[in-house]
């Protein structure tokens, strides 16, 4: 089984696709992952990153292509962040053609603009890992850590202006894939202004049903 997780940032992407691999036992080819990762060691990819900017086509599809090639794909795969364009979208079509890979569905989770920047710019880190919410998730003292006691701090690419700036990138260039999947007849709209739990639970009955 292979599926595709789109949304706008906020949408919660990362905390479903967590849940559908370990639930359905996939592996999770998370996009955002990667760029991460790639950042520390590329500055322009961490300029693009922090600037809430999208990484060139050509960039993401090689990082992709070499990832499809691992054997643990072979039994199912959950594509988190990719792909962002029609562009990559077609890029996809074309390698999975040359492999015989088929995507299942493509989850599309909706939720409004003003929900997603209240979800990402309340984002709090610490240096010792631990994350917080100033509103779902606030630590007991505010702007410390409730383990180290550490001062937190927000992520560059969490800060309102650059999330507001995300989610134009998104609406001018990701949400054309929506038509794209729709008329391939693999689109499925997920409310994500719901729970977690009730988010996964629309999505495992599609999954369970598709089985």
Do not use: W
């Amino acid at each position: 089984m292979n599926y595709i997780l789109l949304g706008p940032p906020g949408a919660g992407k990362g905390t479903q696709a967590k849940k559908i691999v370990e639930k359905f036992s996939i592996v999770h080819l998370s996009t955002g992952d990667m760029f991460r990762q790639a950042k520390q060691s590329d500055k322009a990819i961490a300029s693009l990153m922090e600037a809430g900017k999208l990484i060139p086509d050509d960039v993401v599809v090689n990082m992709v292509k070499n990832r499809l090639k691992k054997d643990d794909v072979k039994n199912g795969f959950l594509l988190d962040g990719f792909p962002r364009t029609l562009n990559q979208a077609v890029e996809l079509d074309k390698m999975l053609k040359t492999e015989n890979i088929k995507i299942d569905a493509v989850f599309s989770i909706i939720i409004d603009n003003d929900e997603a920047v209240r979800r990402i710019s309340g984002r709090r880190m610490c240096e010792c890992g631990a994350s917080f919410h100033v509103d779902f998730l606030p630590p007991k003292v505010k702007d410390l850590c409730d383990y180290c006691k550490k001062k937190l701090f927000q992520r560059a690419d969490d800060k309102e202006e650059v999330v507001k700036e995300r989610l134009k990138v998104y609406d001018a260039q990701t949400k054309p894939l929506i038509d794209y999947y729709t008329k391939a007849g693999l689109l499925v709209d997920i409310d994500g202004s719901q729970s977690e739990s009730a988010v996964f639970d629309q999505i495992s009955k599609f999954i369970a049903n598709k089985k």
